[in-house]
Nanobody
Framework: QVQLVESGGGSVQAGESLRLSCTAS?????MAWFRQAPGKEREGVAT???????RYAESVKGRFTISRDYAATTVYLQMNTLKPDDTAIYYC??????????????????WGQGAQVTVSS
């Protein structure tokens, strides 16, 4: 059974940092982070593929960094200079088949349970 387990969420003040981790039960070519704020649709935040290529949403460019460990079963999201607008549930997503590094939710096959990130002003 495929599992994606997120950790590292929490509550911080604006301007502070958090790092999310997602450990997968197997290797995936493409892993990504999404988020969903109350009353809003789920949006893609960042994605990384096996060759290291990354892609970010405009709203997080320069502040967030996605990376993978050597075994490529864990993906991280380093979030710096957090803003209240970053408050959301953050989800890890994974895709087995190689394809373009998209930030659309229907591109991914597996999802984690979510981790709450709250940023107060």
């Amino acid at each position: 059974q495929v599992q994606l387990v997120e950790s590292g969420g929490g509550s911080v003040q604006a301007g502070e940092s958090l790092r999310l981790s997602c450990t997968a039960s197997e290797y995936f070519v493409n892993m990504a982070w999404f988020r969903q704020a109350p009353g809003k649709e789920r949006e893609g935040v960042a994605t990384i593929v096996s060759d290291g290529y990354t892609r970010y949403a405009e709203s997080v460019k320069g502040r967030f960094t996605i990376s993978r460990d050597y075994a490529a079963t864990t993906v991280y999201l380093q979030m710096n200079t957090l803003k209240p607008d970053d408050t959301a549930i953050y989800y890890c997503a994974a895709r087995r088949v190689r394809g373009p590094p998209l930030l659309s939710s229907d591109h991914y096959d597996y999802w984690g349970q979510g981790a709450q990130v709250t940023v107060s002003s």
